[in-house]
Every structure is written in C-alpha cells, then in structure tokens.
C-alpha cells in the first residue's frame, strides 16, 4: 500500500518528538525522528543493532561522543556507529534530527563539523549545485547511513537532476531548509507517465522510497535541502546505485 510521503513543516513542528517511520510511510531501512528541545534539555544515545546521525537544524549542542567532548553547531553532524553512546545538550532552544537504521558491524562514532567539508559543484547550467558529502561512502565508514546537503547556485535552478531513483536499494529522506519561496518536488512517477509535484518550502519534509525526485525551485528562489539515505542492504551503500531517467541523460 502507498502511504504518505510529504509532511509539511507544520505537522512535524506541532509535537515535541516527531516520527517518520514505517508506520506512517512506506521507509522501511530507515527511521527520522525530529526533536525539538528547550534549553537544558539532555538526550542520551546509546546504539545496540542500529546506527544514528544527528543533526541540529537549529541552534547548537553539547555533545559528549564515547568520552569526546565538542559543541555542534547548525548542520554539523554526529555519527553513532553500533554499539556507540552520545550525550546531547541544548545550548539554546533546537530543533534536532535523528536518523536510524539497522546494524550490525561497528565502526568509528564521528563528529563532522560541516565548515570542515568543501563542497563539490555537481552538474551545470540550470541544475549546478553545491554538494556537501557529510557522511557518505569514501569517507565515514558506515553500514547504511549516508548524510549530505544540497544547495543550488542559481535561482529558479534544478536539482536531483538528471531525473533518478534509486531501484530500491536505497531509501531517502528531504529536509528543507532557508528556502525564501517554495520549491516543486516531484514526489513519484516517471516522465513518460504520471508525475506528482508537492510544493515545498522550509521544514517540510519528503521520504523517498521510489521513483523520481528532481526538484526546481521558483524564480527568485534557491533549493537548499538535507538529505539521508539508507542502504536496504548494506552492500548497497553507494551513490553509484541509481537509474537516470533516459530521456534526461
């Protein structure tokens, strides 16, 4: 059965804890929680079959990662591998995501600080953006879990493209961010079929499990969005593990 994917940024921001999850989407490899905590507030982590990414998408924590002790700041990332702990602080008022997926091998916990990474300019023309690989094969080790940002350079440019989709190997969430109008998701189809186009703006957020998922912002406006992917299977932990829409290569 296909179940929602689009989750305006109302409905997440309207509960102290939100989840997205198999319950109320068809994810399956993969689970997003969004927390929103005051001042003060403290959550502990402690991974047993599973792995975890933490963001925060605003304001900025304390953490305390097996023993090492730092302060994340907006879209920096915490990676908590299985059989790992963290401890997580608010400083001010924050907004937190917590991504998590199944695992059985252990490798390293990390903390990626996200002035730390140079972008990669993917694509050209109209769909030229900026990628952030925060987490992501070739460079954190992990079982499943892929973490990065993309951001347009132009207004009213394209991203997530040429069209793809990632055959079911690969589960993927959105979550947008500092866009100043609104965005066209296409939410599932293929362009020689039916399309559906949500339009999006700033703390929705859109799971993926099939079909394509290119974005085009309005004029006057640029995408920006986080995203996380997890591999079904953990071989399958590869950005290479995609189908490009053939009328678009």
Known sequence: MKRK??????????????????????????????????????????????????????????????????????????????????????????EVLVCEAAAETSYSSVFVKRND??????????????????VAPGGVKAERLILGYCESTIDGGWTGWPPHEHGGNLEEI??????????LQVASGDLQGHVEVEAAKSGDIFAITEGLHPIVAFPGTKMKNLW?????????????????????K
């Open 117 to 134: 990474i140079t972008p990669v300019v993917a694509g050209n023309g109209c769909y030229t953006r900026n990628v952030w690989n925060m």
């Open 5 to 94: 994917s689009f989750f305006n940024a109302e409905e997440v921001n309207a509960v102290n804890e939100w989840v997205l999850d198999s319950h109320n989407s068809n994810l399956g490899a993969m689970r997003l929680r969004k927390l929103n905590m005051a001042k003060g507030d403290t959550r502990e982590f402690s991974m047993s079959s599973c792995e975890s990414l933490i963001v925060p998408v605003t304001g900025k924590l304390i953490i305390d990662l097996e023993g090492e002790q730092g302060m994340a700041e907006r879209f920096d990332a915490i990676y908590i591998t299985n059989g790992g702990a963290c401890v997580i602080t608010a400083l001010d008022t924050s």
């Open 174 to 183: 959105y979550y947008y961010y500092d866009i100043s109008g609104l965005v």
């Open 228 to 248: 996380f992917m997890s591999a079904v299977k953990p071989e399958d932990r590869d950005f290479g593990v995609i189908r490009v829409d053939s009328a678009c």
